[in-house]
């Protein structure tokens, strides 16, 4: 297997290149550039967004804040950790479901005369003779 070199990390965070940052981490060693703690889960080479725990190590405790420094044995920064094209992704995936699911103008006064009128029949349903 061949051997990770500082050269060969980024940032999970912001994707600067940790060249400088001397391996291994420290539990509090911060981006030079955008301050993010490295020792991290997402930093992780055991780090799986899908898979429980998002952890694949069995025997790692789990650790419930994946962007916070933590204390797991297990710990070895892995090469390509920067998700900027899965969160750039994720950005627009987010948005075009506000898009489809945000109330138009035009549509708006009518949605609320059909939901007015189905509380009315609600009412009306459960009146009470009493």
Known sequence: MMR???????????GMSLAAVTLPFRRLEPCPQCEAELHVCKMCRYYDSHVSDQCTEDQAEQVRNKERANFCD????????HTAGRT??????????????ASSPEGSGSNRDEAGAARDALKDLFKSDR
């Not at 297990?74 to 090469?79: C, D, E, K, N, V």
């Not at 750039?88 to 699911?101: E, G, I, V």
């Open 88 to 101: 750039a992704t994720s950005q627009a995936s987010k948005q075009q479901l506000n898009d489809l699911f």
């Open 74 to 81: 297990y710990f070895t920064p892995r090469a390509g950790a």
């Open 4 to 14: 990770l070199r500082s050269q060969d990390l980024e940032c999970w965070k912001c």
